[in-house]
């Protein structure tokens, strides 16, 4: 016997539903992990510029410490503008306006040269800033030299977030992870070659590994520029014609979208760094241990990153589409992924908590063993808190696919230092829990912070909200 159509259509459907977040989940995958390696491969550089420093004594990492301090700030406020260019240009991409996603890029790189230009120029003035600050002449004018090899990185560093978030908005964010992991190695010779005078290269030390990243980051730009202009599928967006219009409503909506997310990041920021000076206070051990154990859970968050930028793409291709159900579920999709991911990375930090520390510090020395030890134990305070992290930074992102950012930072200043800082500097010292007090401010935050962020993204969509695509 044959069903009724309606009982056959209604049998069918839960199938189908399925299928289609199925589908859902497997192109943000296609998204994410791209982003995600590449994030990685910037931690990697990092890194590997901090081990060659190292090479060079304290004093030279000390300095490479506070030239950071300086760079941060301006490079974080430009960061988020350039990353208002994934929001445009995905809504763009979604509403089948190629000329307008060439336009979102265009301000965004527009962006990029109007504020670097400034910003470099005030950091060739380090020194005077540090020693204002109280630091001493010698870290001072070691920060000097290394900021002076760092000027004008800053511009093609924005600019190849630019691009890289113009080609993940198109569907293709592999170009942009090829070009890093180059970079990889090159940065890794060239610092190592510039630092020590090798291969026929002056002996430079700070100034050099300062230019070694200049460089690098101007050649991961120029690649970047050029797959853009000569490769499919993005060569068809022409992304260097009429680059010289300015378009200043474009450019306006850029800035409205992008400095809330500069601000978010810097508080977030603010907190984690502060929270080094209260531990500071407790004890040089402690602040081993919290460094290593902050430098884990910034590995971790690397995986929820991409995924955080893979949301912002899929939710503004569905914002394009004018399809509200497609954004609901695109973000929602994007958080049970982080979750899944973030709860597997957790249960393996977990296990191997002692384990981890021994690769930053070895088990040689007895203060090392006891360094170690602490690193542990945060390590498992910590995992009442990665998860929880990885879902802000997605339902950041999710909501970033909105246009809504502004409200995320009022959150931010709310969850990371309202209830955050208060909590940590309470709970550290008032309460006598010490740096473990600082690791449980930590996660206050970020359960509030992740909690705020999922029930603003859920009412927004319930209601089928759509913002007004340019």
Same mark, same amino acid.
């Given at each position: 016997?044959?069903?009724?159509?309606?009982?056959?259509?209604?049998?069918?459907?839960?199938?189908?539903?399925?299928?289609?977040?199925?589908?859902?989940?497997?192109?943000?995958?296609?998204?994410?992990?791209?982003?995600?390696?590449?994030?990685?491969?910037?931690?990697?550089?990092?890194?590997?510029?901090?081990?060659?420093?190292? #090479?060079?004594?304290?004093?030279?990492?000390?300095?490479?410490?506070?030239?950071?301090?300086? +760079?941060?700030?301006?490079?974080?406020?430009?960061?988020? +503008?350039?990353?208002?260019?994934? @929001? +445009?240009?995905?809504?763009?991409?979604?509403?089948?306006?190629?000329?307008?996603? #060439?336009?979102?890029?265009?301000?965004?790189?527009?962006?990029?040269?109007?504020?670097?230009?400034?910003?470099?120029?005030?950091?060739?003035?380090?020194?005077?800033?540090?020693?204002?600050?109280?630091?001493? *002449?010698?870290?001072?004018?070691?920060?000097?030299?290394?900021?002076?090899?760092?000027?004008?990185?800053?511009?093609?560093?924005?600019?190849?977030?630019?691009?890289?978030?113009?080609?993940?908005?198109?569907?293709?964010?592999?170009?942009?992870?090829?070009?890093?992991?180059?970079?990889?190695?090159?940065?890794?010779?060239?610092? $190592?070659?510039?630092?020590?005078?090798?291969?026929?290269?002056?002996? +430079?030390?700070?100034?050099?590994?300062?230019?070694?990243?200049?460089?690098?980051?101007?050649?991961?730009?120029?690649?970047?520029?050029?797959?853009?202009?000569?490769?499919?599928?993005?060569?068809? $967006?022409?992304?260097?014609? #009429?680059?010289?219009?300015?378009?200043?409503?474009?450019?306006?909506?850029?800035?409205?979208?992008?400095?809330?997310?500069?601000?978010?990041?810097?508080?977030?920021?603010?907190?984690?760094?502060?929270?080094?000076?209260?531990?500071?206070?407790?004890?040089? @051990?402690?602040?081993?241990?919290?460094?290593?154990?902050?430098?884990?859970?910034?590995?971790?968050?690397?995986?929820?990153?991409?995924?955080?930028?893979?949301?912002?793409?899929?939710?503004?291709?569905?914002?394009?589409?004018?399809?509200?159900?497609?954004?609901?579920?695109?973000?929602?999709?994007?958080?049970?992924?982080?979750?899944?991911?973030?709860?597997?990375?957790?249960?393996?930090?977990?296990?191997?908590?002692?384990?981890?520390?021994?690769?930053?510090?070895?088990?040689?020395?007895?203060?090392?063993?006891?360094?170690?030890?602490?690193?542990?134990?945060?390590?498992?305070?910590?995992?009442?808190?990665?998860?929880?992290?990885?879902?802000?930074?997605?339902?950041? &992102?999710?909501? #970033?696919?909105?246009?809504?950012?502004?409200? *995320?930072?009022? $959150?931010?200043?709310?969850?990371?230092?309202?209830?955050?800082?208060?909590?940590? $500097?309470?709970?550290?010292?008032?309460?006598?829990?010490?740096?473990?007090?600082?690791?449980? &401010?930590?996660?206050?935050?970020?359960?509030?912070?992740?909690?705020?962020?999922?029930?603003?993204?859920?009412?927004?969509?319930?209601?089928?909200?759509?913002?007004?695509?340019?």
């Amino acid at each position: 016997m044959t069903l009724p159509r309606t009982i056959t259509a209604a049998a069918s459907a839960p199938q189908g539903e399925l299928f289609v977040w199925r589908a859902e989940a497997v192109e943000t995958v296609k998204l994410a992990w791209p982003m995600a390696l590449t994030q990685l491969g910037q931690i990697a550089m990092m890194t590997t510029d901090l081990a060659l420093i190292g #090479r060079l004594g304290d004093a030279a990492v000390a300095s490479v410490g506070l030239a950071h301090l300086i +760079l941060f700030l301006g490079f974080v406020f430009g960061m988020g +503008l350039v990353s208002a260019v994934a @929001t +445009l240009a995905a809504q763009a991409y979604g509403a089948r306006e190629p000329r307008m996603v #060439r336009r979102s890029l265009r301000m965004g790189l527009w962006a990029a040269v109007i504020l670097g230009v400034p910003i470099n120029i005030i950091q060739m003035w380090g020194e005077d800033i540090l020693l204002a600050a109280g630091q001493t *002449p010698e870290s001072a004018t070691l920060a000097a030299r290394y900021l002076d090899g760092l000027a004008w990185s800053m511009i093609p560093a924005w600019c190849f977030i630019a691009l890289r978030n113009f080609m993940s908005a198109v569907n293709r964010p592999e170009p942009a992870l090829w070009i890093t992991l180059v970079a990889i190695p090159v940065n890794g010779l060239l610092a $190592y070659a510039l630092i020590h005078g090798h291969y026929g290269l002056p002996r +430079l030390d700070l100034l050099g590994a300062g230019l070694a990243t200049t460089f690098v980051n101007l050649g991961m730009c120029a690649a970047a520029v050029w797959v853009c202009y000569a490769l499919r599928p993005f060569k068809k $967006y022409r992304v260097l014609g #009429r680059f010289w219009r300015m378009d200043w409503e474009l450019m306006r909506q850029l800035i409205v979208i992008g400095v809330p997310i500069s601000g978010t990041m810097l508080l977030e920021w603010g907190l984690f760094s502060s929270a080094a000076i209260l531990i500071g206070w407790i004890g040089t @051990t402690a602040l081993a241990a919290h460094q290593i154990a902050l430098q884990i859970a910034a590995i971790l968050f690397m995986i929820p990153f991409g995924i955080s930028m893979a949301a912002t793409v899929r939710v503004g291709h569905a914002v394009g589409r004018g399809d509200p159900i497609g954004t609901r579920r695109a973000g929602f999709t994007a958080l049970a992924l982080g979750a899944v991911i973030m709860i597997a990375l957790t249960l393996v930090v977990v296990v191997f908590r002692d384990v981890i520390p021994v690769l930053f510090l070895g088990d040689t020395v007895t203060a090392a063993a006891e360094t170690t030890r602490l690193a542990g134990a945060l390590l498992l305070v910590g995992a009442t808190w990665f998860v929880f992290d990885g879902i802000q930074g997605i339902a950041a &992102g999710a909501l #970033r696919g909105l246009n809504d950012t502004r409200v *995320p930072m009022l $959150y931010a200043a709310l969850s990371f230092w309202i209830v955050g800082f208060t909590s940590a $500097y309470a709970l550290a010292f008032w309460f006598g829990f010490g740096v473990y007090g600082v690791w449980i &401010g930590f996660a206050l935050s970020l359960w509030l912070f992740a909690a705020l962020l999922t029930v603003r993204f859920r009412n927004l969509t319930a209601r089928g909200y759509l913002p007004a695509v340019p």
